[in-house]
């Protein structure tokens, strides 16, 4: 079954507001099983707007629309999707006390406009929005399903998670679960090739790829007539992803993030660490405390950024900095090893690099960047190009320092299990 989402509101247009609406909905509508094939974003036009839902009637079987539905005269939508769908406007009495409360409840003035929020589509069923004043309406005929949700986004996103999410798995959609699949240390263009049989033979379930920071998503959807059907159907598949990328899945949680899945291997090991960074300036320290649970492992954070403070904190000699400069191999090696001596850690994880857009030379471009990770006295660096402005490549540099993170301590045990065999 396919959805449509559209957007209205000419601020969006201009960029005024950052549309996250679109970007919350596509994936709810993806976990639900729904295939997202169009998005549109529409200014508060009523000639437009009509045009923008008749075509979206055409070809999709469910259609949702944020915003538009407030107390102002270029609040359009749910009287442009009335017409379209043939319906006339009645007071709903339900929602004009509802109003009333709000106002009355907040010492707040209702003035006549604000009714205009209470009228709704007629045989259109009505949902109640618990943070605002403006209801959503699901209106059905013909096969189709036209849902209007208020644009601001406390409202819309419990609205559509307590009403809208319900309504769409008890229709005639059946069933529908999903399991995610979490890797990292595999590019999305390897990891498609690993599982493209896989792909190519897919009916039910279905294996949906996604590309984050670093990460890939492989998220696996089944639909069922109940819940334990569809399970059944997706767990043969979640193993056969384990089975081939292996220490490449961190989590087959959808809710565990990388830094929570490194942050459980340290509990689970009984791993201290420390941090130390230059280039991204405490930014993997505040992801790793993030985690709930951190204080448990994590000692100490230091942020050098100068070669001085290289130098001093962490001992790394200032012939080595001024040979191989501060962005090298033996330098983020150096600093690693440093910061495992004077926190005591088990593991200890150092960045530097370049992140721009100054500060490069056709020797050591912006974008260099040196990982190194120390556990329990082994030591491994590696080095990375990374693209992008300056935010994108501390970001990367950060998510790839978990990775190595991970990748080591794994190593680790692996090679103590080995000796002691």
């Given at each position: 079954?396919?959805?449509?989402?559209?957007?209205?509101?000419?601020?969006?247009?201009?960029?005024?507001?950052?549309?996250?609406?679109?970007?919350?909905?596509?994936?709810?509508?993806?976990?639900?099983?729904?295939?997202?094939?169009?998005?549109?974003?529409?200014?508060?036009?009523?000639?437009?707007?009509?045009?923008?839902?008749?075509?979206?009637?055409?070809?999709?079987?469910?259609?949702?629309?944020?915003?538009?539905?407030?107390?102002?005269?270029?609040?359009?939508?749910?009287?442009?999707?009335?017409?379209?769908?043939?319906?006339?406007?009645?007071?709903?009495?339900?929602?004009?006390?509802?109003?009333?409360?709000?106002?009355?409840?907040?010492?707040?003035?209702l003035t006549e406009n604000n009714w205009k929020q209470?009228?709704?589509?007629?045989?259109?069923?009505?949902?109640?929005?618990?943070?605002?004043?403006?209801?959503?309406?699901?209106?059905?005929?013909?096969?189709?399903?036209?849902?209007?949700?208020?644009?601001?986004?406390?409202?819309?996103?419990?609205?559509?998670?307590?009403?809208?999410?319900?309504?769409?798995?008890?229709?005639?959609?059946?069933?529908?679960?999903?399991?995610?699949?979490?890797?990292?240390?595999?590019?999305?263009?390897?990891?498609?090739?690993?599982?493209?049989?896989?792909?190519?033979s897919q009916t039910n379930p279905t294996i949906a790829?996604?590309?984050?920071?670093?990460?890939?998503?492989?998220?696996?959807?089944?639909?069922?007539?109940?819940?334990?059907?569809?399970?059944?159907?997706?767990?043969?598949?979640?193993?056969?992803?384990?089975?081939?990328?292996?220490?490449?899945?961190?989590?087959?949680?959808?809710?565990?993030?990388?830094?929570?899945?490194?942050?459980?291997?340290?509990?689970?090991?009984?791993?201290?660490?420390?941090?130390?960074?230059?280039?991204?300036?405490?930014?993997?320290?505040?992801r790793l405390i993030n985690v709930p649970g951190i204080?448990?492992?994590?000692?100490?954070?230091?942020?050098?950024?100068?070669?001085?403070?290289?130098?001093?904190?962490?001992?790394?000699?200032?012939?080595?900095?001024?040979?191989?400069?501060?962005?090298?191999?033996?330098?983020?090696?150096?600093?690693?090893?440093?910061?495992?001596?004077?926190?005591?850690?088990?593991?200890?994880?150092?960045?530097?690099?370049?992140?721009?857009?100054?500060?490069?030379?056709?020797?050591?471009?912006?974008?260099?960047?040196?990982?190194?990770?120390?556990?329990?006295?082994?030591?491994?660096?590696?080095?990375?190009?990374?693209?992008?402005?300056?935010?994108?490549?501390?970001?990367?540099?950060?998510?790839?320092?978990?990775?190595?993170?991970?990748?080591?301590?794994?190593?680790?045990?692996?090679?103590?299990?080995?000796?002691?065999?």
């Amino acid at each position: 079954m396919t959805v449509e989402l559209i957007s209205v509101g000419t601020e969006l247009l201009l960029g005024n507001i950052v549309n996250t609406n679109a970007a919350y909905l596509s994936e709810k509508c993806a976990d639900l099983g729904l295939s997202c094939f169009y998005q549109s974003v529409v200014g508060d036009n009523e000639e437009r707007l009509s045009g923008v839902l008749k075509t979206a009637l055409e070809r999709s079987d469910i259609v949702i629309l944020s915003g538009g539905l407030g107390p102002t005269e270029d609040d359009l939508t749910k009287e442009v999707s009335a017409k379209v769908m043939g319906r006339e406007l009645s007071m709903h009495e339900p929602s004009k006390k509802r109003i009333e409360e709000y106002f009355s409840s907040r010492n707040l003035e209702l003035t006549e406009n604000n009714w205009k929020q209470a009228m709704v589509p007629e045989g259109a069923i009505v949902l109640d929005n618990e943070n605002g004043t403006a209801p959503g309406v699901i209106m059905e005929g013909e096969g189709k399903k036209v849902i209007l949700l208020p644009g601001p986004p406390n409202e819309m996103i419990p609205m559509f998670e307590k009403q809208i999410m319900p309504y769409l798995s008890g229709s005639d959609l059946g069933m529908i679960y999903s399991q995610t699949v979490k890797i990292c240390g595999v590019g999305e263009s390897k990891a498609e090739t690993m599982i493209k049989d896989m792909i190519d033979s897919q009916t039910n379930p279905t294996i949906a790829t996604y590309a984050k920071n670093c990460e890939v998503h492989l998220r696996v959807t089944a639909k069922a007539k109940d819940e334990k059907e569809a399970k059944k159907l997706v767990k043969p598949v979640v193993k056969e992803l384990k089975n081939r990328f292996g220490p490449y899945v961190y989590t087959t949680n959808a809710d565990i993030t990388l830094e929570k899945a490194v942050v459980d291997l340290l509990v689970a090991n009984k791993l201290t660490v420390s941090t130390v960074e230059s280039c991204t300036g405490g930014m993997l320290a505040a992801r790793l405390i993030n985690v709930p649970g951190i204080s448990e492992v994590y000692k100490s954070g230091y942020i050098t950024y100068s070669n001085k403070a290289k130098r001093k904190i962490l001992g790394v000699k200032k012939g080595l900095l001024e040979k191989k400069g501060a962005v090298s191999e033996e330098v983020a090696k150096e600093m690693a090893k440093g910061a495992a001596v004077i926190s005591k850690a088990e593991v200890a994880v150092s960045v530097t690099g370049i992140a721009g857009p100054g500060g490069g030379t056709e020797e050591k471009p912006v974008g260099l960047v040196y990982i190194a990770c120390n556990v329990c006295g082994k030591t491994k660096v590696r080095k990375f190009n990374f693209r992008g402005n300056r935010a994108k490549i501390r970001e990367t540099t950060v998510s790839s320092a978990l990775i190595l993170m991970r990748q080591c301590i794994l190593e680790y045990y692996s090679e103590v299990a080995f000796d002691r065999r």
